[in-house]
């Protein structure tokens, strides 16, 4: 619904006008009344109005005085003005300040039908345009957005071709000078809520600074700012140092001059963004401040290979210290940010990688569960990437040393497997095979087990009566010398356990054999 303003210091016709409009137009419009021109610019001032209808002579501020200063204000309501006077210099005031209407006391209620079916003509009509333009206007911005974000992916394109397009953009003031600024947030809502926030804080910088500027989310979806103003960006420096309110970084470029300069401005605050990664909490960096960093660094690769080599064994301590070494946050912050990128390099090379090769896909569990390690642009800050670096030394270490021992006792268990097969003849216990490759005794009866999925005594009494059922059908000897050559104590033992096993006695197995055997 529409809304109108009805102002007059006569009660009686402020009600009066609004019951001769609901009667025409029935729930088309809400009203709001004032008795005087300072108390409807203070309506005005704080809510819109479509329509103010008003008189001319009121006490405290007249309504030629409220026409000319409802002119400053950005909404401007259509105005109709009430007179019991024919007065031309009222008249002419009205013209000058684009009044609607003049109506005269006492009102004709077609007149006023009449000059509320042209207004609302006339609204509508404005509304289309308004519509229209701000379609435009948002094609505009959108296409806007896209070029700059086209040209700022294409370092290598030629200045001639960059300030054409620059130039189609609007952005030909960045040749009187700009400063740009790439955003990176740091906190957990979801990437909507953030650029309603930053919008937010834009909003919020003075008038002088929001003119000639430009934005837009570039293919790091990072937010990219223009502007001719360095206020602009020491305002949203001023936000983020407020603790706990504003979770972003900010990589700032120096000031500079020029359309040409705008990828290597905006490299600058890419550069200075990345070195935010080493501080505790959001915070601003400037280009100039990191610009002279050494890049004559010596990756150190041979303290990393230690570091490789001592997993899986007892060095756990000298580890620590090794990593401590490589990741010092005085040495990182000494040198190129190229120094840092390359020893993570280097750790996933040299060690990471190592585990998965050597130790096959069994590790994969423990490196899924650290796979943010690999690539430092997981992390919002160095601390974070450190604890998470260390903490997945450690859990390969560990690993490394479980796999180790498996491999140690599988060797071990093959060893005493075979061990069997050729002395399963003989007088033999766990006590003696498990010495024969020097096992704890205890260790040695759960590794076993483990290994072949049995306990050792039903093991090696599979393993003899496979030979006796071999003998008792590849050759002739008698049942109690088979018993014997089987490694069994006696024959009795041995017949019950053969029974246990096959289900009927040597002998029948054999005469069952020989049977079945072809002729």
Known sequence: ?????????????????????????????????????????????????????TDIRMPVMDGITLINRIQELEWKPAVIILSGHDDFQYAKEAIHCKVKEYLLKPIVRDELSRTFLRLEKELKQKEQINEQLSISLQQRETFKESQLNYLLRQPHLGETDLCAKL?????????????????????TMVHNEFLTLIQAELGNVPEKFRQRRAQVLDKENQFVLIAEHG????HLTDRIVEAGYFTYCMGLSVFTHGMTRL??????????????????????????????????????????????????????????????????????????????????????????????????GESIEILRLFKKVGDISNFNYFHDYYRSVEGLLHRLNDYVRSMKAFHIDHKEMKKAVQYMQDNYQKDLNM????????????????????????????????????????????????VYEISEMAGFENTKHFSRVFKEMEGVSPQEYREQSEVLRPM
Not at 167 to 187: A, H, P, R, S, T
Not at 294 to 303: C, G, N, W, Y
Request: charged share 25%.
């Open 1 to 53: 619904m529409r809304k109108i303003l009805i102002v007059d210091d006569e009660k009686n016709i402020r009600l009066g006008l609004r019951a001769m409009i609901a009667r025409e137009f029935p729930n088309v419009y809400n009203f709001e009344f004032a008795c005087d021109g300072e108390e409807a610019l203070a309506l005005l001032t704080d809510s819109s109005m479509d329509i103010m209808i």
């Open 167 to 187: 130039l189609d953009i609007d952005m030909e003031w960045l040749n009187d000078g700009f400063q740009l600024g790439v955003l990176q947030y740091k906190g």
């Open 231 to 234: 206020e602009l960006f020491q």
């Open 263 to 360: 990828q290597s401005a905006y490299r600058e605050a890419q550069q200075a963004l990345k070195y935010t990664f080493l501080q505790s909490a959001p915070g601003v960096i400037r280009y100039e401040c990191i610009s002279e960093k050494s890049k004559q660094f010596v990756l150190p690769t041979e303290t990393i290979k230690k570091i490789a080599n001592m997993l899986g064994t007892d060095h756990d301590k000298e580890m620590t210290v090794l990593l401590m070494e490589v990741l010092d946050i005085k040495t990182v912050t000494r040198y190129d940010f190229a120094y840092l990128e390359a020893v993570s390099q280097a750790f996933n090379d040299l060690i990471f990688d190592k585990v998965f090769h050597v130790y096959g």
């Open 431 to 478: 006590a003696i095979v498990s010495n024969h490759v020097s096992l704890n005794y205890s260790y040695f009866s759960q590794a076993f087990k483990e290994y072949t999925g049995e306990s050792f005594v039903n093991y090696l009494k599979k393993l003899r009566i496979t030979r006796a059922r071999e003998l008792l059908v590849t050759t002739f000897f008698k």
